[in-house]
């Protein structure tokens, strides 16, 4: 997941998924306009365990993600070189890691971070694609696909909708819950393929859920942090574990 290599940034003319566009409108009698990407929705579910009483994420490498880390990297002033204790002269700047290019041609700026930079903790999701299928039918593929569990759509709470992305998308979310067991699994998961998805399953379990979800070291949704408060408060005590921090 992690071998991320050959990193080329281009224009994007063309997409399946993001349409861009600028709106012009008044309002209060001021006139005033606005870029705007235009998206699928998409469901997401927290998925919990009863077997082993922990809750399955997926872990996956996120160009956007990364990319910011990039863009951030290039506006810091480079370090001070360091020095010996005795006062040696400057330090020759580090060989670049494996796997790191150099931004591009005649680019003075830092390396390419590594690609531990764009993974991120996420909830089982999806795009809503398929006009066909409800928004249960089309979490119950997700949660088969990303993360192996076989459950039938009727076992999805609906948790809460929401929009995401509000300046520049403003695209819907709705969220489920689901409860599994071990007997539920009949694959590793790990997403599709085909359609060039590397998914790592992670597993949190209950007792340090909160101290997973406030840590600010580990990247992560809000998708997750709010899944976990909402397990907290709602349905901890079905299970008399306690998930303080």
Not at 88 to 100: C, D, F, K, S, W
Not at 148 to 172: E, F, H, N, Q, W
Not at 189 to 201: N, T
Request: charged share 25%.
């Amino acid at each position: 997941m992690e071998e991320i290599n050959n990193i080329e940034v281009v224009p994007c003319t063309e997409s399946d998924y993001l349409k861009p566009f600028r709106v012009h409108y008044n309002q209060n009698g001021t006139k005033k306009s606005w870029d705007f990407m235009r998206t699928h929705d998409s469901v997401s579910v927290l998925i919990f365990n009863t077997t082993s009483h922990c809750f399955v994420l997926v872990k996956q490498f996120r160009p956007a993600v990364y990319m910011c880390e990039w863009e951030k990297a290039k506006t810091q002033p480079p370090q001070s070189a360091a020095k010996t204790e005795e006062g040696a002269a400057e330090a020759a700047a580090p060989e670049p890691q494996e796997g790191q290019t150099s931004a591009s041609e005649g680019d003075n700026s830092s390396q390419w971070p590594p690609a531990s930079a764009g993974i991120t903790y996420e909830l089982c999701a999806g795009l809503v694609d398929k006009p066909d299928l409800s928004l249960e039918e089309i979490a119950r593929q997700e949660v088969l696909e990303e993360c192996g569990y076989d459950i039938p759509a009727s076992k999805l709470k609906r948790i809460t909708s929401y929009r995401s992305g509000v300046g520049v998308t403003g695209a819907k979310q709705t969220m489920f819950y689901a409860e599994v067991s071990d007997d539920n699994c009949v694959s590793a998961g790990g997403g599709e393929p085909r359609e060039g998805e590397l998914i790592e399953v992670v597993k949190v379990p209950l007792h340090e859920a909160m101290t997973f979800a406030y840590n600010e070291r580990i990247p992560k949704t809000m998708g997750v942090i709010f899944s976990f408060i909402w397990f907290h408060n709602n349905m901890s005590p079905k299970y008399k574990i306690s998930t303080n921090v």
